[in-house]
């Protein structure tokens, strides 16, 4: 690929289809035994994503490969028998209803964190987080799998006027100084190695609660925090938007 | 950024040129880790006349800022010359026994490595360099080679097709590589990563070079041929282009801006004696 940026200056790959032959990696990826995690949220009304979100990944998510799915829901009961693919295994785990969804948004760092910690840690060695309603049209492979990685939102890539931006308020704990920042990275699909993924959802929470308590609410929630992160703490490889493209573009 | 080489491979390693990364933004997320880098060569026989120049030639451009351990092999450390290092960094002599010819001197160099890992560099070095020492460094060489397992392409053979690459081509040696397999041609005068990888490849190569020895064969290239071999299997996570393992004696083509690391023009003949 040459139209495209395909490895960042601190050398992480970015991954774009044509960068990388799926057929080696899966070698490596079974050579070593792995098995990945995937955590998702399906709250009040999302609840309505979940079996197309769960027939798709079933489908195109690390085919063939072992992938445990962490479905936290208000909602057990909406759950209809899903057909999981024969080395998948799904976990539902019910959840506290909040009010606002900005509350639900940012305590999801909490919840992913104290999950790695008495669970997910013993279980999976990489983790994903995935927005319940991405939609999957293609493979999803084991070229997603490193240590930390984040994906490019589509939003920044195409540079429209009303992009979505680095947290401004300079008192929020998700600020990032004017002319900083490498790229925008969205917080519908993150992930790594579960001790990276464990640091980062900690320190998010953290710096979420601090926030809280100066009464400040970053602008794109979550998301603001994750960017902030992942500037100081740079993925070791990085999703090209085809990952992820927001459908309201 | 670079548009005229290769800059990741098929399994999502970088491939390191210049214009690919910024130091500034490598030095920031690895100075505070407090990190020991190791470098390992060998001067036996004749070849320690090279150390002076490249220790020198090392502290003016081999990560600087970092701390540094040399390991010096050598079957003759009294004609080791004192070189003043700066702070930060240190040398040490590691005596070894000279085999009889200059190839079993370099393939016994994996053992050796791998030997003193496990005695001495796994406490001292979170990386490890094995580099000849029969080099010198012209240009930086800084952070952006960090990675778990570090290969480098050899510079005679970058731009040539894959047909060409001088790997081992008899089935009977366990180095073999059959027609239409590999990657890259790496060469074996640069290789490292992290101290726990080297010292878990560098045993691999040393088995493969005994099992060869068994079987009253040896490798076209020794060591290099059985690197190689392992490097196919064992796919390197970063690999360094030919700026950092250039033959000063080729023409410099328009694809390397900078040369860090090139050989030092010798006879041949007169030095492996």
């Given at each position: 690929r040459q139209d495209v940026l395909v490895l960042t200056p601190w050398l992480a790959p970015i991954v774009w289809e044509g960068t990388f032959n799926r057929d080696i990696l899966n070698a490596q990826y079974m050579q070593k035994n792995l098995v990945t995690g995937v955590v998702t949220f399906a709250v009040k009304k999302y609840w309505f994503f979940i079996e197309g979100f769960m027939s798709a990944a079933n489908k195109y998510f690390l085919a063939g490969h072992q992938v445990n799915f962490y479905l936290f829901t208000d909602n057990p009961e909406q759950i209809s028998h899903l057909q999981m693919a024969p080395e998948n295994h799904l976990f539902v785990i019910t959840v506290q209803n909040h009010s606002q969804w900005q509350d639900i948004s940012v305590s999801r760092m909490d919840i992913i964190s104290r999950y790695i910690r008495s669970q997910f840690q013993y279980e999976v060695d990489y983790l994903y987080s995935i927005a319940i309603d991405v939609q999957l049209f293609e493979h999803i492979g084991v070229e997603i799998i490193d240590t930390l990685v984040g994906t490019i939102s589509s939003w920044q890539y195409t540079a429209r006027r009303e992009s979505k931006s680095y947290e401004t308020h300079t008192e929020s704990q998700a600020a990032i100084p004017k002319g900083e920042g490498d790229f925008y990275y969205t917080a519908s699909f993150y992930g790594g190695s579960v001790t990276e993924v464990y640091k980062l959802t900690r320190a998010c929470f953290k710096g979420v609660v601090e926030d809280r308590e100066n009464d400040i609410e970053a602008r794109w929630h979550d998301e603001s925090y994750l960017n902030k992160y992942l500037l100081y703490h740079k993925p070791t490889r990085l999703l090209s938007p085809e990952y992820y493209w927001d459908e309201e573009l | 950024r670079r548009q005229d080489v290769l800059t990741v491979t098929p399994w999502l390693a970088p491939i390191v040129w210049e214009g690919t990364f910024n130091s500034e933004i490598l030095d920031s997320a690895y100075r505070p880790l407090n990190l020991t880098i190791g470098v390992t060569a060998f001067a036996i026989g004749k070849y320690t006349r090279f150390?002076?120049?490249?220790?020198?030639?090392?502290?003016?451009?081999?990560?600087?800022?970092?701390?540094?351990?040399?390991?010096?092999?050598?079957?003759?450390?009294?004609?080791?010359?004192?070189?003043?290092?700066?702070p930060g960094r240190r040398f040490v002599i590691v005596p070894i026994k000279k085999y009889p010819s200059?190839?079993?001197?370099?393939?016994?160099?994996m053992e050796a490595i791998n030997k003193?890992?496990?005695?001495?560099?796994?406490r001292e070095v979170d990386y490890l360099f094995c580099l000849d020492i029969d080099m010198v460094?012209?240009?930086?060489w800084g952070p952006e080679t960090l990675g778990d397992i570090v290969a480098a392409i050899h510079p005679g053979y970058f731009n040539v097709p894959r047909s060409q690459f001088p790997y081992e081509r008899r089935s009977s040696s366990a180095a073999y590589i059959p027609d239409g397999e590999g990657d890259f041609y790496y060469g074996g005068a640069v290789f490292g990563g992290l101290v726990k990888k080297v010292y878990e490849f560098t045993k691999t190569c040393h088995m493969t070079i005994l099992m060869d020895k068994a079987n009253g064969i040896m490798a076209a290239w020794q060591e290099e041929s059985h690197l190689n071999r392992h490097f196919l299997s064992h796919k390197p996570s970063k690999v360094l282009s030919p700026e950092y393992l250039w033959d000063d004696r080729k023409p410099k083509p328009p694809e390397i801006h900078l040369i860090r690391f090139s050989t030092v023009d010798k006879n041949y003949k007169e030095v492996r004696d």
């Open positions: - | 150390v002076g120049h490249f220790l020198e030639s090392a502290e003016k451009h081999f990560m600087k800022g970092y701390w540094v351990n040399y390991y010096i092999f050598t079957d003759n450390p009294e004609t080791i010359p004192d070189v003043q290092l700066q200059w190839q079993e001197i370099s393939m016994r160099r003193h890992i496990a005695e001495t560099s796994h460094f012209y240009n930086a």
